[in-house]
């Protein structure tokens, strides 16, 4: 099969299509002939340092955490999926090949309503959310939730997860197009953080969950608009991953810090997700109150030219590799 490989630590231009073995499904996994790979800043972030996010410096590995397609073979001990399923699926890496093996429970049915090449925007975004957002950030129907960088793939996602569960939602972006944009998406407070100080238009918002993907001297600030018992929650640190925080702020307003990484998470952690997005999330997609957000579509061979497009920022919502 062909696959992507990242041969060495670097920039886009270490992405090289190479033939590698097909793999073989253990036992309670299942072969996906991929029909489709998102792009997420996970993958930049392995692609830019192996060593320490990959295997070794020496081994080249197949970046990917999310896919779509259809089931060829199915392991042993697997009784949930059968050859023939159209599914998408949160995996740990591999998902830029025509074929990735991956545990059956992490696995979900395409949606209703979205298209087998689509539905690859949503693993990553919605296990995402689901996990920090709702999981570990305990939102409520009714409370208020700030995303900033809302028009990425985690921001266009959670945003409309919080706004069908009966959320507030608040966003930040960098251009008057995405500002625009989030609002005929239905985000109720949108600014551009380039124009005005997020800190000061909404410091009497008392917003009750943040999710950050930039970190650095946005922390403070995101800790003075937080509501009583506000949860502050890291996915990335994108400014800077280095921070000051005030200890006495924290204790006054029983606020709660905290952040993860969905890839490194037991398989049993990433089964319980996929079992809740399922049941709370999927049928949103059946009814249209949400949908994934692709800015666009690229051929397996310029995944080089799809990280380019990711680190640029330029884009509004998923990058997508497809296999035709």
């Not at 995402?128 to 939730?145: A, H, R």
């Not at 959320?167 to 960098?174: N, P, R, V």
């Not at 059946?286 to 640029?312: C, F, G, N, Q």
Request: glycine content about 8%; overall charge negative.
């Amino acid at each position: 099969m062909k696959a992507i490989h990242i041969t060495r630590s670097g920039g886009p231009e270490v992405l090289e299509l190479q033939e590698t073995p097909k793999p073989i499904p253990q036992k309670k996994q299942v072969l996906i002939k991929v029909k489709a790979a998102g792009i997420n800043r996970s993958d930049v972030i392995t692609r830019e340092d192996i060593e320490t996010y990959g295997k070794s410096s020496s081994q080249t590995i197949i970046p990917g955490l999310e896919v779509s397609g259809i089931i060829e073979e199915i392991g042993t001990e697997v009784k949930d999926k059968k050859v023939g399923d159209k599914v998408c699926a949160l995996i740990p890496d591999g998902g830029y090949a025509e074929y990735v093996a991956v545990d059956s429970s992490h696995c979900l049915p395409i949606p209703e309503g979205v298209s087998l090449e689509d539905a690859a925007g949503i693993p990553e975004t919605v296990f995402t959310v689901w996990f920090n957002v709702f999981m570990m950030g305990k939102l409520q129907s009714g409370e208020k939730l700030l995303i900033h960088g809302g028009t990425s793939g985690i921001g266009t996602m959670g945003l409309q997860m919080a706004k069908a569960l009966g959320c507030e939602t608040y966003s930040t972006a960098g251009t008057a197009e995405k500002v625009d944009f989030l609002k005929k998406m239905g985000v109720d407070h949108v600014i551009n953080y380039k124009d005005q100080a997020f800190e000061e238009v909404w410091k009497d918002e008392k917003i009750d969950v943040i999710l950050d993907m930039v970190g650095g001297d946005y922390t403070l600030k995101n800790l003075g608009i937080l509501n009583n018992k506000g949860r502050l929650i890291f996915i990335n640190g994108m400014k800077n991953v280095d921070t000051t925080i005030n200890i006495l702020m924290i204790m006054a307003k029983s606020l709660t810090i905290t952040g993860n990484f969905l890839k490194p998470q037991p398989t049993e952690v990433k089964a319980q997700i996929a079992q809740e997005v399922e049941k709370n999330i999927w049928p949103m997609f059946d009814s249209k109150k949400i949908y994934p957000v692709i800015y666009k579509k690229m051929p397996l061979a310029e995944a080089a030219d799809a990280h380019r497009l990711m680190e640029s920022s330029d884009h509004i919502g998923k990058i997508l590799l497809t296999m035709d």
